[in-house]
């Protein structure tokens, strides 16, 4: 089993930086992916960013350019910082981790933090 520990988030104005941090635990060593998801209230679960073992990242076309992910392998920790936010940044984020063994994807679930971005 994998345990993710979120912290992070926070109530900010717009246009500021928060970052968040999600610590892996138990299991780490076939983890693959690691990222961040979004949900706002009355919407679908979204990916905010993600990257590999290798540091290869993906972002949502909304943090492209905004948010920067980034990986501590040896920490077992993934980082979002998050830059210039805005108001429709505002969400409960997710963080997510994939493990594979014997062929098998896992997917674990860190607890929600909440981000608020005020006007």
């Known amino acids: 089993q994998v345990q993710l520990v979120v912290s992070g988030g926070g109530l900010v104005q717009a246009g500021v930086s928060l970052s968040l941090l999600c610590a892996a635990r138990g299991r780490t060593s076939s983890i693959n992916a690691m990222g961040w998801y979004l949900q706002a209230p009355g919407v679908q679960l979204n990916l905010v960013a993600n990257?590999?073992?290798?540091?290869?990242?993906d972002y949502s076309d909304s943090a492209k350019g905004r948010f920067t992910i980034s990986r501590d392998n040896a920490k077992n920790t993934v980082y979002l910082q998050m830059n210039s936010l805005k108001p429709e940044d505002t969400a409960v984020y997710y963080c997510?981790?994939?493990?594979?063994?014997?062929?098998?994807?896992?997917?674990?679930w860190g607890q929600g933090t909440q981000v608020t971005v005020s006007s």
């Open positions: 997510h981790a994939e493990r594979i063994s014997g062929g098998i994807k896992y997917d674990y």
């Open positions: 990257i590999t073992s290798r540091c290869s990242a």
